[in-house]
Structure formats: C-alpha cells, structure tokens
C-alpha cells in the first residue's frame, strides 16, 4: 500500500508546481495581438519529486542554462541539480550536455556527489530489515562523433569512489557476506550509436540504438577487474495526431563483477540496488497523449528478469513487473523540452512517486 499522507504531499505539491507554471504562462502572454511573441528564457529551473518506501519522500531541483554551438545543432545546456530526502538522503549534480557541428558532435558529462540513506526491509531476498549510507562520488564523460548517416562512435570514461555502511553489526556481516561492501573503481569503453530520433528532448519518431561497455581496471584506479556491457534500443512511433507509443528494451551483462556493481532494476517503482543479479533484461513500453495545450497523460507498463549466479528467467522469482500512470507538461515548447509525473506499482510493496525533467525514456 501507498503511504498515503506521502501521497497526497507528493500530489499537492506536483499540483501547485503544475498549475504555477500555467498560471506563469498565462501571465506572461502577450494582452494585445499586434506585439511580437518574446523569445523563450535560456534559463531553465523545474523542480524534483520522488517517493518511495526504501529512501522515503525527496524534493530537489534542476537548473540549466540552454545555449547554441551553431544555429543547426540542438541547444546545448550546462547545469546543476540537487536534491534532500526525509531520510537524510542527500545528492549534488553538475552536468553538462552539448552539441555542435549540426549535432555530429555530442558529449555528455557529469560529476556526482551525495549520501544515500535506504531502508530495505526484505534485502536481496535475505528477509533481513538493513539500513545503509551509500556514500558516493562520481565523473562521467562522454564523446560521440557522427561517422556515417545515423551512426556514431565514441568514447567514454567513468571514475567513482563509494562505499557502504551501516549502524547495525548484524546488516554490516549480512553485507560482507553479500560482497555489498562498496568498491573505488574507474573504467573506460567504447559506444557505438544509432540515433534517427527527430528531436533530442521529447522526440516523436525514430530510432535510438546504443551499445557500449566499460572495463573497469585497477591500473584505472579501481580495486578489481572486471567488464559491464550494456544494449538499449528505444523507438517512438506515433500512433495518431495526439498519441505517441514509446517503448525500449535494454540489456545489461557483467563478467567478473563484485556484488556491489551487478545489475539492478530499471523499472519506475523500483530502488536500484535492492535486487541484484549479474545480468538484466528489460522490456517497457508507454503511450503518452497529447491533451490540450502544454499537458498530456501517460500510461506504461514494463517487465524486468534479473539472471546469472544461479538465477534464471524460467523462475518466476527473479521476473519483476511494474505499470503506471503519470502526465507531462511542456515547460519549453521551443526546445519541447517537458516535466513529467508518474505513479508506479511493482511487485509486492515496491512503488514510486516521481516528478522530473524530461521523460523516463
């Protein structure tokens, strides 16, 4: 069951942020029809909301600044982002992402730091109540260069440096014996991209199709050696005038891993990291509709199997499901760059509140 005063917190606040923003557009458009629209703000500042029963209820905030390389590129925007939780839960962001050169060119980059306090009351099926701190800090680069049509090819590096505590003896030996004891690492790998999405934000059509790996080495400055490869593909079809299908399928494999960087759940509803297993497969699909204006609905539904280390996806303990429904509300019709908000449901009591840029896909 939901939490419900959660709930309703979390619902009347996306509600007054939703309506303030319309009420902002409604103020700001012009009375008299002969003068000239204004040009939308470079500056970007929407609000972060999330719930759910292992790090509680957070509220945070994303800030940008959208500038363009060149009049054919899509804006490029540099920013920040953070966020506090009623569990004390708290995560600083800078980030960057740009184009240039008619969008042949494209990096991403991000540095992280942030203490995560969780509460699992069943951890990785150990029937055990664990709290932990996850204690981290992150960089993360990448570049791609256009090498032909849709394709691109790059490069990309990741270093961080976390570990994992906890105030109770007994969770501290269960976490040792899981091998859940945090880990320093950095890694380099290859990305090979197909993207013939028409737009970057909130794309209405075409393909994104990414394949990429990181071999973490501890002459990179990690503690072990070891490789992830991931596979996503996502396609956006439209279905009508005001309907949009968007559905992914990504893939995650990992060889000679420790525990602490296995594969987790990428469903709305889920806290990564509470189930793990060295390989992931998942499958996820959802319809949005245009309603009126900036706002639209959606509605998704999605399916996860956890497998290797004697795990199987012909055991339905390790299949997990999720569905929801959620809105969108577009803050930069320009950019078409929009917040959205979703409820989830997955398996057991594992459910989610979420308010974000952007959509999940």
Same mark, same amino acid.
């Given at each position: 069951?939901?939490?419900?005063?959660?709930?309703?917190?979390?619902?009347?606040? !996306?509600?007054?942020?939703?309506? $303030?923003?319309?009420?902002? #557009?409604?103020?700001?458009?012009?009375? !008299?029809?002969?003068?000239?629209?204004? =040009?939308?703000?470079?500056?970007? &500042?929407?609000?972060? @909301?999330?719930?759910?029963?292992?790090?509680?209820?957070?509220?945070?905030?994303?800030?940008?600044?959208?500038?363009?390389?060149?009049?054919?590129?899509?804006?490029?925007?540099?920013?920040?982002?953070?966020?506090y939780s009623d569990t004390d839960s708290v995560t600083a962001?800078?980030?960057l992402r740009s184009f240039w050169d008619s969008d042949r060119?494209?990096?991403?980059? *991000?540095?992280?730091?942030?203490?995560?306090?969780?509460?699992?009351?069943?951890?990785?099926?150990?029937?055990?109540?664990?709290? /932990? %701190?996850?204690?981290?800090?992150?960089?993360?680069?990448?570049?791609?260069?256009?090498? #032909?049509? #849709?394709?691109?090819?790059?490069?990309?590096?990741?270093? =961080?440096?976390?570990?994992?505590?906890?105030?109770?003896?007994? *969770?501290?030996?269960?976490?040792?014996?899981?091998?859940?004891?945090?880990? /320093?690492?950095?890694? &380099?790998?290859?990305?090979?991209?197909?993207?013939?999405?028409?737009?970057?934000?909130?794309?209405?059509?075409?393909?994104?199709?990414?394949?990429?790996?990181?071999?973490?080495?501890?002459?990179?400055?990690? +503690?072990?050696?070891?490789?992830?490869?991931r596979v996503t593909f996502q396609q956006y079809l439209s279905?009508?005038?005001?309907?949009?299908?968007?559905?992914?399928?990504?893939?995650?494999?990992?060889?000679?891993?420790? *525990?602490? !960087?296995?594969?987790?759940?990428?469903?709305?509803?889920? /806290?990564?990291?509470?189930?793990?297993?060295?390989?992931?497969?998942?499958?996820?699909? +959802?319809?949005?509709?245009?309603?009126?204006?900036?706002?639209?609905?959606?509605?998704? *539904? $999605? @399916? %996860?199997?956890?497998?290797?280390?004697?795990?199987?996806?012909?055991?339905?303990?390790?299949?997990?499901?999720?569905?929801?429904? $959620?809105?969108?509300?577009?803050?930069?019709?320009? +950019?078409?760059? @929009?917040?959205?908000?979703?409820?989830?449901?997955?398996?057991?009591?594992? #459910?989610?509140?979420?308010?974000?840029?952007?959509?999940?896909?």
């Open positions: 069951m939901f939490n419900q005063r959660c709930f309703r917190r979390m619902a009347f606040a !996306a509600a007054l942020i939703v309506s $303030g923003y319309s009420q902002v #557009h409604a103020q700001t458009t012009p009375e !008299a029809p002969e003068r000239s629209p204004k =040009t939308e703000s470079p500056w970007l &500042l929407v609000p972060k @909301v999330s719930s759910n029963p292992k790090i509680g209820s957070s509220v945070g905030f994303l800030g940008g600044y959208l500038f363009k390389l060149d009049p054919t590129s899509t804006s490029s925007m540099v920013g920040a982002s953070g966020s962001n800078l980030f060119k494209r990096v991403i980059a *991000a540095v992280s730091n942030g203490k995560i306090r969780n509460d699992y009351e069943d951890y990785l099926g150990s029937g055990q109540q664990v709290a /932990t %701190t996850d204690n981290m800090k992150l960089a993360f680069a990448r570049y791609l260069q256009n090498i #032909h049509s #849709h394709w691109f090819l790059g490069a990309q590096a990741i270093y =961080t440096n976390y570990f994992i505590d906890t105030d109770n003896v007994m *969770a501290g030996d269960i976490l040792s014996l899981l091998g859940l004891s945090g880990y /320093t690492s950095g890694a &380099l790998g290859l990305v090979t991209t197909f993207d013939s999405r028409d737009n970057q934000n909130s794309p209405s059509s075409g393909i994104s199709f990414n394949a990429n790996n990181f071999a973490y080495r501890e002459n990179l400055g990690g +503690e072990e050696d070891f490789d992830v490869y279905v009508h005038k005001k309907g949009l299908l968007a559905y992914r399928a990504q893939g995650r494999w990992t060889d000679d891993a420790p *525990a602490s !960087a296995y594969s987790s759940i990428g469903l709305r509803g889920y /806290t990564r990291g509470q189930y793990l297993a060295p390989n992931s497969i998942l499958l996820e699909g +959802e319809y949005r509709w245009h309603l009126k204006g900036r706002f639209g609905i959606n509605v998704f *539904a $999605g @399916v %996860t199997c956890l497998y290797g280390d004697k795990k199987s996806c012909d055991d339905s303990e390790n299949i997990y499901t999720s569905a929801g429904i $959620g809105g969108q509300y577009l803050i930069k019709p320009a +950019e078409k760059m @929009v917040i959205s908000f979703d409820i989830a449901k997955g398996e057991g009591d594992n #459910h989610g509140l979420y308010l974000r840029f952007g959509h999940s896909f």
